[in-house]
């Protein structure tokens, strides 16, 4: 999810920004929770680095780091840094919760299979991810290959071509 994003979803929420102005602040838990999901960031992106950490999110290093050892809580700036590197992060932060869709169990399987058939990586990755919300989770590895086939051809904008038929031109089609 990229900053656009999360701040497009926090903007079509009526109040979300309601904990950090209004009460000066989000509370015990929440605090915690972010302070945890920070130090893990910090260790696996920055090293551990607070300065690194706090370059990324836009905030001064003493901002990072008081809110790491808590001595201050999320406010909005830390919550706009909080943003910049990790989206869910913030919006879970001030109470927007985060439901990433599940990935079908042949969706790899699938997006090779179209790769392998020479479709570009961005619409076989659209062509898989619509063909599994259509058909849910219990199709077979060959139904959500099939159907990421059509899907790739109406997304391309062709006709899917059947066998020995010729796929007509546009001055045919105009006919």
Same mark, same amino acid.
């Given at each position: ?71 201050? @809580?999320? @406010?909005?700036?830390?919550?706009? @840094? ?26 790899? @399987? ?66």
């Amino acid at each position: 999810m990229s900053h656009t994003q999360a701040v497009t979803i926090a903007k079509a929420v009526p109040g979300t920004l309601g904990h950090v102005s209004g009460t000066k602040g989000l509370g015990h838990a929440r605090n915690e929770m972010a302070r945890l999901r920070l130090r893990q960031i910090s260790k696996e992106r920055f090293g551990g680095n607070v300065s690194e950490l706090a370059r990324a999110m836009r905030v001064t290093q003493s901002t990072a780091s008081e809110f790491l050892t808590g001595n201050r @809580g999320a @406010g909005t700036k830390l919550i706009q @840094g909080m943003a910049r590197i990790d989206p869910s992060l913030a919006l879970t932060t001030i109470g927007i919760e985060v439901r990433l869709p599940e990935v079908h169990p042949f969706a790899g @399987g699938a997006i090779d299979s179209l790769l392998e058939e020479g479709a570009p990586p961005d619409l076989a990755s659209r062509a898989v991810g619509a063909a599994s919300s259509l058909l849910g989770q219990n199709c077979t590895e060959q139904q959500l290959l099939d159907a990421a086939r059509f899907l790739l051809a109406f997304i391309r904008g062709l006709e899917p071509a059947t066998e020995g038929a010729e796929t007509p031109t546009r001055q045919q089609r105009r006919r």
